[in-house]
């Protein structure tokens, strides 16, 4: 992989992990986990788990980077969505 490419991928993983921010920061700023499924996120964890070791056999920084970004952030979306996303925001009340 070219080091631009490389670059553009990190730039992707980056992206990756700043998407997960506004759903844990509502989580836990509001208590709320409104359309979250922890089913779905917990096929998701797995996913990731399963995949990772692929990843560090094939020695890609850019697909173990993304992979543990998404785990970190799939297991704090889980955690907080378990223990602190049992309300319901008032924006999402209305929907
Ligand atoms: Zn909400």
Not at 13 to 26: D, R, S
Not at 37 to 64: G, R
Not at 71 to 90: D, E, P
């Amino acid at each position: 992989m070219s080091m631009n490419l490389e670059f553009l991928a990190f730039v992707g993983t980056a992206l990756v992990a700043i998407a997960y921010v506004p759903q844990i920061v509502h989580i836990i700023a509001k208590h709320c986990a409104y359309g979250i499924s922890l089913k779905a996120w917990l096929i998701w964890l797995v996913a990731s788990i399963l995949i990772i070791p692929h990843a560090l056999e094939s020695q890609n920084n850019v697909f173990i980077v993304l992979q543990v970004v998404n785990i970190v952030a799939i297991v704090f979306i889980l955690f907080f969505t378990y223990f602190h996303g049992q309300k319901i925001c008032k924006v999402h009340k209305f929907l």
